[in-house]
């Protein structure tokens, strides 16, 4: 009759002493078996079945059960609470690990990308800071009101790399100011003109005696725009201001010999009434003809006032001299070559900023009368 092992439930012969699959001792004639009795282990299956395997084996042989890993109970750790904020009158629940998310292999964190804030647009727009009319200023005046009257312009359009704008005038100022060129002052200025909304753009202003050289840039897609506007503010004419002058004198006479000069009773009565009558009306005319004159003057120069913020405008000469285009010309070759030496610290190509094809021979009058 075959036994079956109590142990690993195998079946083994009859005759058989110890287990064949686990060296479990069966006990002899239906007796229990000892607790001291040997146990053979699986690996000692091929020994004969009646052999005596406790010779063969060792205390310190015998297998011993691999120890079962015990999860790490998982303890959160109370973070410190501000003063101000009430304490907890309970601790904080211990959590407890999930066995299959401690039996899951372990997985080493993945390195965080650092964030970077969101860049703004390259540069500004290519028209400036556009407002509302309701922020103020007039409507009537111009971009370069008060800063003299526009003589030449000239413009390049070249590769802008995005190169933000506000670097590279900030690079020109410092280009200029390295020239060393003495009275040459470069300094920052905002322009504004009212159209159909307030527009505002910022410049460099490079100024040398009544000259200045204003130079704007501005992004226009990916391409860098550049333009180089010259004024000249005219100093005040002498002789226009002692011909005005006198003109406003000689009105004064004219309407005192207008009032003055009548023909007497007497000259009537003779017939000689004539010659004071012409000498009247003479007069007469000359004072309402400086009147009008001076009536025009006045309403022309309210229209600079409020166009060019310059009420004396028609007090400055209308041409320019030799030496105010020879000052001109320098200021705009100075600035040229800091807007070349500009380009090329911002890595961009200088070359295309070419000298003007204009000559410099007298313009057309400033203003006319």
């Not at 084996?57 to 501000?82: C, D, G, M, W």
């Not at 009101?145 to 312009?153: F, I, L, S």
């Not at 009275?183 to 005696?209: I, M, N």
């Not at 007090?315 to 807007?339: G, M, Y």
């Amino acid at each position: 009759m075959a036994r079956i092992c109590p142990q690993c439930s195998q079946t083994n012969q009859d005759d058989t002493t110890f287990c064949r699959f686990c060296g479990y001792r069966f006990p002899a004639n239906g007796q229990a078996v000892s607790d001291d009795a040997t146990v053979r282990p699986a690996s000692l299956g091929s020994i004969p079945p009646d052999a005596d395997p406790g010779s063969t084996l060792k205390p310190s042989e015998q297998p011993q059960p691999a120890p079962i890993a015990q999860p790490t109970p998982l303890v959160l750790t109370p973070q410190p609470q501000p003063p101000s904020q009430p304490q907890p009158a309970f601790p904080p629940p211990v959590a407890t690990p999930n066995p299959a998310q401690s039996q899951a292999p372990f997985m080493p964190a993945q390195p965080q990308q650092a964030g970077y804030p969101m860049q703004a647009p390259y540069g500004q727009p290519p028209y400036g800071q556009v407002q509302t009319a309701s922020t103020g200023g007039s409507s009537l005046q111009r971009a370069f009101a008060n800063r003299g009257t526009p003589v030449h312009h000239h413009s390049w359009l070249l590769d802008g790399r995005n190169v933000p704008p506000t670097q590279l005038r900030s690079t020109l100022v410092e280009q200029i100011n390295r020239q060393g060129v003495l009275g040459v002052t470069p300094s920052f200025d905002r322009l504004r003109e009212q159209g159909l909304a307030l527009e505002e753009r910022d410049f460099v202003r490079v100024q040398y005696g009544p000259a200045s050289v204003f130079v704007y840039m501005a992004p226009m897609g990916q391409n860098l725009y550049i333009s180089r506007t010259s004024t000249v503010r005219q100093p005040l004419s002498t002789i226009r201001e002692i011909v005005l002058g006198g003109l406003f004198v000689l009105m004064l006479l004219c309407l005192i010999f207008f009032i003055v000069i009548h023909p007497s009773t007497s000259d009537i009565l003779a017939g000689n009434a004539g010659f004071a009558e012409g000498v009247n009306t003479f007069f007469g005319y000359a004072f309402y003809g400086l009147l009008f004159f001076f009536l025009i003057w006045l309403f022309r120069s309210l229209v600079f006032m409020l166009t060019d913020g310059d009420f004396a405008a028609l007090l400055r000469p209308n041409r320019l001299s030799d030496f105010t285009l020879d000052t001109l010309a320098s200021v705009e070759k100075v600035t040229d070559k800091a807007i070349r030496d500009t380009l090329r610290q911002s890595g961009l190509n200088a070359d295309e900023i070419t000298p003007a094809a204009q000559s410099y021979a007298p313009q057309q009058p400033l203003h006319r009368f």
